[in-house]
């Protein structure tokens, strides 16, 4: 009885890639399988282990294309730039308000004098030179002081996450390769107005396949 081989793998001849490829017929080797039972010479094809379109999240004009099709990039390049016109000008106002420390400056001046104030009021008040109003009221200082200290921090607080926010906002316009890739094919050319989630270029890896 003889026992039946199965299938190998005996050839794989690589095709050539044109400029711009539909990710949907993409072919990037024909292999031929010799079935040893039969001889038979059956084709085959490999597609990409990975491949993405990369499209914009929100209504936006296309400022730039920096790569072209064929066009091998690594993981984090910026493949083009969407209108950042507003996005930019947030981000300078919003790091300004960050870098802003005026109003915490002197929140903590108004606290150190009122302390002053209440540390001689209560050496007055020891010594008989002030009575207990006027220690009610240095202290009264002391507590206004020290909750506009707190207010001003806050706000400053506040100042620096509107600037982490308005930097994140800037990198949302920078469309990025999420992985070492081929450009197939550039949708779209810088001027065009872009809807959600419209096409703006396919990225394949044409180096490891399945």
């Known amino acids: 009885m003889r026992t039946e081989r199965p299938a190998q793998l005996v050839e794989a001849r690589p095709t050539s890639r044109p400029p711009s490829i539909d990710l949907s017929a993409l072919d990037l080797s024909t292999v031929t399988?010799?079935?040893a039972s039969t001889n038979l010479?059956?084709?085959g094809a490999t597609r990409p282990?990975?491949?993405v379109t990369l499209s914009t999240q929100f209504d936006t004009m296309l400022s730039q294309v920096l790569v072209e099709?064929?066009?091998s990039v690594r993981a984090g390049d910026v493949i083009a730039v969407l209108d950042d016109r507003v996005a930019r000008t947030s981000l300078r106002?919003?790091?300004q308000a960050a870098a802003n420390t005026s109003a915490i400056e002197r929140a903590r001046a108004a606290l150190d004098r009122a302390q002053t104030i209440l540390d001689r009021t209560e050496s007055a008040v020891a010594s008989g030179a002030a009575?207990?109003?006027e220690l009610d009221a240095a202290r009264s200082q002391v507590t206004i002081a020290a909750a506009e200290l707190g207010s001003a921090t806050e706000a400053h607080d506040r100042a620096a996450l509107e600037f982490t926010l308005a930097r994140d906002r800037v990198e949302?316009?920078?469309i990025r390769a999420p992985f070492d890739a081929t450009?197939?094919?550039v949708h779209t050319d810088p001027g065009s107005i872009l809807a959600t989630k419209d096409p703006i270029a396919d990225l394949a890896t044409l180096d490891r396949v399945r």
């Open 33 to 35: 399988v010799i079935d």
């Open 41 to 43: 010479a059956l084709p």
């Open 49 to 51: 282990a990975q491949q």
């Open 69 to 71: 099709e064929g066009q």
């Open 93 to 95: 106002l919003a790091e």
């Open 131 to 133: 009575n207990s109003d």
């Open 172 to 174: 949302q316009h920078l």
């Open 183 to 185: 450009v197939l094919r």
